[in-house]
């Protein structure tokens, strides 16, 4: 039986292998792996071979313009804020039976200008067990508070007027059904706190009047 012979490799052969890896290795983290997960293109070659595209940087949220928007630092919203306070009675108008035909079925869709710095609303008359559906996205993806909720139909003014909020948060986009509990106006409220109008873009179809 023959013996096998393995080959044997010069040290100088292994040490000159091992130095082409290492310099193979530095130059693919420079103009390749840098860009690609760090943004970091020291050479320029990574934003030449397209590499620079591939990096998404970390935040929150990032807009259509490359904007990142922070909401790290936007206020918690608690239970409180739902509705109106424990001094305002419910009406008994909230309790009033459904009525036997509903509105007519239509589909909208509108523009609503947010002021830099201050808050609108945008409402819609509803009777009680009319459904919608709607959708809303801000026109640069531009977080806003806002309130989804709705106003009892009353008889009578009153000063303090009964209502309740059916989703609170800060966002730049809604979708959702909606199934009305009484007859009143429903809709947002929309608090912008940047320096800049922002535009709500809303589509809207069911059983309401503007």
């Given at each position: ?96 039976p459904a009525p036997e035909e509903q509105l007519a079925i239509r589909e909208d869709e509108t523009k609503v200008v947010v ?62 059904t909606f199934l009305a509990p009484y007859e009143g106006k429903h809709g947002w409220f929309f608090r912008n706190t940047s ?16």
């Open positions: 039986m023959s013996e096998m012979k393995h080959p044997i490799l010069e040290k100088s052969k292994i040490i000159k292998t091992t130095i082409i890896a290492l310099v193979v290795g530095a130059f693919l983290l420079v103009i390749a792996v840098l860009p690609a997960e760090y943004g970091i293109d020291p050479t320029g070659v990574g934003k030449l071979l397209g590499f620079s595209k591939l990096y998404v940087p970390e935040s929150n949220q990032t807009d259509d313009l490359g904007m990142m928007v922070s909401t790290s630092n936007l206020p918690l919203i608690k239970l409180e804020k739902a509705g109106s306070g424990p001094n305002v009675a419910r009406p008994v108008e909230a309790d009033f002021p830099a710095g201050k808050g609108i609303e945008f409402k819609i008359n509803m009777l009680k067990y009319g459904t919608i559906k709607y959708e809303w996205t801000t026109a640069n993806n531009e977080v806003l508070y806002f309130d989804f909720h709705g106003e009892v139909k009353q008889k009578e003014e009153v000063k303090e007027v009964y209502f309740e909020s059916y989703t609170i948060s800060n966002s730049h986009n809604m979708v959702g320096n800049e109008d922002v535009t709500v873009n809303l589509r809207l179809k069911g059983q309401y009047a503007l």
